[in-house]
T-cell receptor
Framework: DQQVKQNSPSLSVQEGRISILNCDYT??????FLWYKKYPAEGPTFLIS?????DKNEDGRFTVFLNKSAKHLSLHIVPSQPGDSAVYFC??????????????FGKGTLLTVNP | NAGVTQTPKFQVLKTGQSMTLQCAQD?????MYWYRQDPGMGLRLIYY???????DKGEVPNGYNVSRLNKREFSLRLESAAPSQTSVYFC?????????????FGPGTRLTVL
């Protein structure tokens, strides 16, 4: 039972254009969402997060949108740069229900930004 | 400030051998975690330690044991390695448990079990 789904294994965009990475979740207890970025041979690094009380959070070129009714979030990168090429993981957590220690990760989306 | 360090970076084992993966953090974090990542899969939690002196099972604990040696160090032990444990292992730490606490990851240990 995959509670966090990233249905696109890969995405390719041109430098300077917008990258949109999507994530869907099924567990209505999730109330905090994070995006991590991972380069080859390195550990994931935190990128941006959003609480369920918000529908948008922006940090520089990165914006995360949350649609709670659709159980969907997306990460927008504008403008995309070649250095953004990496695997992006969506993760979610629930602050109640006995599992607040846990991050549930999606399978990741490989973003390639072409010069 | 090295963050989260893991040793070794690479390891090849034969089926049935044992080994311990080491993890240390210098951020004075209370909580530490061990994950595994398999091809085409997200990260899955093996064990975590909410604070020094406590450890608990995650999603996929079978075949593993952990020790929270002190606040800085959290080790993962494979007593009798199996090919199904071939994976990349990541250690992480955070100030506290709770998904709103950013987790900081180490560089990973790539383990192959033949």
């Amino acid at each position: 039972d995959q509670q966090v789904k990233q249905n696109s294994p890969s995405l390719s965009v041109q430098e300077g254009r917008i990258s949109i990475l999507n994530c869907d979740y099924t567990n209505s207890m999730f109330d905090y969402f994070l995006w991590y970025k991972k380069y080859p041979a390195e550990g994931p690094t935190f990128l941006i997060s959003i609480s369920s009380i918000k529908d948008k959070n922006e940090d520089g070129r990165f914006t995360v949108f949350l649609n709670k009714s659709a159980k969907h979030l997306s990460l927008h990168i504008v403008p995309s740069q070649p250095g953004d090429s990496a695997v992006y993981f969506c993760a979610a957590s629930a602050s109640s229900g006995g599992s607040n220690y846990k991050l549930t990760f999606g399978k990741g989306t490989l973003l390639t930004v072409n010069p | 400030n090295a963050g989260v360090t893991q040793t070794p970076k690479f390891q090849v084992l034969k089926t049935g051998q044992s080994m311990t993966l080491q993890c240390a953090q210098d951020m004075n974090h209370n909580s530490m975690y061990w994950y595994r990542q398999d091809p085409g899969m997200g990260l899955r939690l093996i064990y975590y330690s909410a604070s020094e002196g406590t450890t608990d099972k995650g999603e996929v604990p079978n075949g593993y044991n952990v020790s929270r040696l002190n606040k800085r160090e959290f080790s993962l032990r494979l007593e009798s390695a199996a090919p199904s444990q071939t994976s990349v292992y990541f250690c992480a730490s955070s100030e506290e448990t709770g998904g709103y606490n950013e987790q900081f990851f180490g560089p990973g240990t790539r383990l192959t079990v033949l």
